[in-house]
C-alpha cells in the first residue's frame, strides 16, 4: 500500500504551492538533500526526527497532479500532505484558523451534461476522497496558535474564488458542501487515490472568498502559513 515503507510517518511527502506555504519548513528543519527536477526543487529534510521530503509544487490542480506522482515516483513516500492556505467557505470559520481534509473534491469536474454528478470525475467512480483517519485525528489534536482546527470538506478548483465567483457558485456550499476553497488538494488527494497512499490536507485560512479576498490573501498569507508549520510538526511527534 505505501511505497516501500510500513510507518505513515516513515518518510511524508509535504507539498505547497508557493515559497510562503513552505519557507518555514526550511527554516524550522535540517537539509539532507537538494535535487531538482524539472525545475522543481525537493528538499530532503529532517524535521522532528523524521524524514521529509518537501516541494514546491506551485499553483493549480496540473502542477500538483505532476509533482505528486513525481514524489511518490522518486521518494517511495510513506504519505503525503498539501499544505498551505485556503479561502473560507464555512461561515463559522475564522482567518487564521485550520482546517484539516476530512475530505477533498474538485468542484470544477462538471460532466453534468454526460449524467455524471458534478464533482464526480468522468467515468469514473471517482468524486469525494477521504483523507487518512489517524493523520486527521493526529491534527486534530494539535494547537493553532489560538485558532481553531476544523475537519472540514475541502474544495478544489483552478479558480481564485472571490465574491463574484462565489456568486455565481453557490453550489460548491449548498450543493457540495465545501467548508474551505483551494487550488491544489483535490488533485494531490485523487493522485494519492490511484496510488493507495493516504494523504492530508492542511489549510489555514486566509480569507473568506469574499470581496476582500485578495487583499486579506496578500496580506495574510505569511503569516498564517505558520500555523500549517504547527500542525505538521505536531504529526511528525506523533
Ligand atoms: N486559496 C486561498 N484563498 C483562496 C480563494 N479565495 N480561492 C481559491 N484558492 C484560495
Request: charged fraction near 20%; include cysteine; charge should be negative.
Amino acid at each position: 500500500m505505501n511505497a516501500g515503507t510500513d510507518n505513515i510517518l516513515d518518510r511524508v511527502g509535504i507539498l505547497g504551492a508557493m515559497d510562503a506555504e513552505i519557507s518555514q519548513f526550511l527554516e524550522h528543519a535540517e537539509t539532507l538533500e537538494r535535487t531538482e527536477w524539472r525545475g522543481f526543487v525537493f528538499h530532503r529534510l529532517r524535521l522532528r526526527g523524521r524524514e521529509v521530503i518537501l516541494v514546491k509544487c506551485g499553483v493549480g490542480k496540473v502542477f500538483s497532479a505532476l509533482v505528486s506522482q513525481h514524489l511518490i515516483d522518486a521518494y517511495l513516500p510513506s504519505a503525503l500532505l498539501f499544505t498551505g492556505v485556503a479561502g473560507a467557505l464555512n461561515p463559522a470559520y475564522a482567518i487564521g484558523d485550520v482546517v484539516v481534509s476530512r475530505d477533498c473534491l474538485q468542484h470544477d469536474v462538471d460532466g453534468r451534461a454526460l449524467g455524471f454528478a458534478r464533482g464526480n470525475l468522468l467515468y469514473t467512480d471517482m468524486k469525494i476522497f477521504a483523507a487518512e483517519s489517524s493523520l486527521l485525528a493526529s491534527a486534530l489534536s494539535a494547537r493553532a496558535d489560538g485558532h481553531k482546527i476544523h475537519a472540514g470538506r475541502i474544495l478544489t478548483g483552478d479558480q481564485f474564488m472571490t465574491r463574484d465567483e462565489i456568486n455565481q457558485h453557490r453550489y460548491l456550499r449548498e450543493e457540495m458542501q465545501g467548508d474551505a476553497v483551494e487550488m491544489e488538494g483535490g488533485a494531490m488527494a485523487q493522485v494519492c487515490a490511484v496510488n493507495g497512499l493516504p494523504f492530508l490536507v492542511i489549510r489555514t485560512i486566509s480569507d473568506r472568498a469574499d470581496g476582500d479576498a485578495v487583499h486579506d490573501f496578500n496580506r495574510f498569507l505569511p503569516v498564517v502559513a505558520r500555523n500549517s508549520l504547527a500542525i505538521v510538526d505536531h504529526i511528525l511527534s506523533a
